[in-house]
């Protein structure tokens, strides 16, 4: 007897194509390629050329700096330009980088792909007391597309720690809205001073943001003053010291010696 028949599979769904080109008209470019998803990309590089304008020159490609295999061609001048086009299959963090399309020794222009790049930081360090709780806060531009969700991570050394509210919850709270992940932290320690990564998890990866936390005692405002009163102080006593020092010999000097001479 036959087996049942297996269901038939499910087709593959291509990736979307998204096509991103410049028109160099010196030496070198950079340009930024963000990402939310898995795309078919189809990068092209117009270069207007030089003086020269050889009929012809040698193009490649470099991903992160290295040469792709079997990407050199010679690239014709066509309309006063040489046109350079490649296209790249963009799944997973992996693929993510700086792809180059090179104009023999003469041009190049970087394409700078990643995810969704955090919007601007505090670059001051976020202040708070031992014993306060504080926010952390990251937002993503409203003009850049949503993440699926925030990861929030804690320094530790050269390595990141994910921070799971779950696990600690009198110590950590994650509130996470669509373009905005707030990490709040209870019970601050001296300990907890560091740096605060926010992560904005995406389709075809995540992208990082920092912050600097530093927490002091309710003493440390006061050192400065403490060091002043002190300066003071020592400065004060300075003076009563030598305005004694001077008395002693003004008065030596009017008295003179005692003169116990007995004339006969």
Not at 37 to 42: D, G
Not at 115 to 122: D, H, K, Y
């Amino acid at each position: 007897t036959p087996g049942p028949t297996p269901p038939p599979l499910d087709p593959i769904t291509p990736l979307p194509n998204d096509v991103r080109s410049f028109v160099l008209k010196g030496e070198s470019h950079t340009e930024k390629v963000e990402l939310s998803k898995p795309v078919n990309l189809i990068l092209e590089c117009i270069w207007t050329g030089n003086q020269n304008k050889l009929p012809n020159i040698t193009g490649f490609w470099r991903k992160d700096g290295n040469e792709i295999e079997n990407s050199r061609l010679t690239v014709q001048l066509e309309n006063e330009q040489y046109n350079l086009k490649r296209e790249f299959s963009i799944v997973s963090e992996e693929n993510l980088g700086n792809y180059s399309c090179v104009f023999g020794s003469e041009a190049k222009i970087d394409f700078v792909v990643g995810a969704p790049q955090i919007g601007e930081l505090r670059d001051k360090p976020i202040v708070s007391y031992v014993g306060d709780s504080v926010v952390i806060t990251c937002k993503m531009e409203e003009t850049k597309p949503k993440p699926n969700t925030w990861n929030w991570y804690k320094a530790n050394g050269t390595d990141k720690e994910q921070i799971f509210a779950d696990a600690e919850p009198h110590r950590y709270e994650i509130k996470n809205e669509e373009r905005k992940a707030k990490l709040v932290v209870h019970n601050l320690t001296e300990t907890d001073s560091g740096l605060f990564y926010c992560g904005a998890v995406y389709t075809i990866g995540i992208t990082m943001g920092h912050m600097e936390l530093r927490v002091i005692t309710i003493y440390e405002p006061l050192k400065p003053f403490i060091a002043i009163v002190v300066e003071v102080i020592v400065l004060v006593a300075a003076i009563l010291l030598y305005e004694r020092s001077q008395s002693k010999k003004n008065y030596t000097a009017e008295n003179g010696p005692n003169d116990q001479t007995n004339t006969l």
